[in-house]
């Protein structure tokens, strides 16, 4: 990774011939060609090698340029990427979050929900929520939701449902209340 960044801080553009510092990671000739159609520039190959490293495969590497292009922009996510990779979060569906546009607004949100143990599904359909504007609980407060018992598959329900803040908070507010000792117990009689 370092040789690769000596390499780029040379030059402005990949230059088609060239050795390239996606040829010092070992990327394929025909991925290198893709990348050259799209004439990367420093910052992007920086944001592609970051994606890359962290383990995102060179053909999803090539497709998150393409879809940055298809939408006039600059690929300038690889950082975000790379810490929903570190997190866990599968790239497929790192994949779905680049193609709903919630990479740049959610991402952060995304891998502090997976995180604290909020599984891939939950994170998406979030993020579908999110695209179609629909109000959604905040990861925040589903992370509450899973501490007092919600699987993930429940929690999943309970958006499609449509849960409100204040249901959540009822349901976290009886959670609490009765971890804290205050429900009924059956006790054995003694004899």
């Known amino acids: 990774m370092a040789a690769s960044l000596l390499?780029?801080?040379g030059c402005n553009k990949i230059n088609h011939g060239n050795a390239s510092p996606f040829d010092a990671v070992g990327m394929h000739p025909e991925s290198?060609?893709?990348l050259h159609k799209y004439q990367v520039n420093d910052a992007e190959v920086q944001q592609i090698l970051a994606a890359?490293?962290?383990g995102m495969t060179e053909q999803d590497c090539v497709e998150l340029v393409r879809i940055a292009r298809s939408r006039d922009r600059v690929f300038a996510e690889g950082d975000i990427v790379a810490g929903l990779l570190g997190a866990g979060v599968?790239?497929?569906?790192?994949?779905?979050?680049?193609?709903?546009?919630?990479?740049?607004?959610?991402g952060g949100e995304a891998e502090a929900m997976h995180l604290a143990n909020l599984s891939d599904e939950v994170i998406l359909d979030v993020a579908r929520r999110r695209v179609k504007g629909e109000k959604v609980l905040s990861?925040?407060?589903?992370?509450?939701l899973r501490d007092a018992g919600f699987s993930n598959s429940q929690l999943v329900a309970e958006l499609d449902r449509g849960i409100t803040d204040q249901q959540a908070q009822q349901v976290i507010a009886h959670h609490d209340y009765a971890a804290g000792g205050h429900s009924f117990v059956h006790q054995p009689r003694r004899r």
């Open 7 to 9: 390499i780029l801080a």
């Open 32 to 34: 290198i060609e893709q």
């Open 52 to 54: 890359g490293s962290a």
């Open 90 to 106: 599968k790239e497929s569906t790192i994949m779905e979050l680049v193609r709903l546009d919630e990479l740049n607004g959610y």
């Open 139 to 144: 990861g925040a407060r589903l992370a509450e």
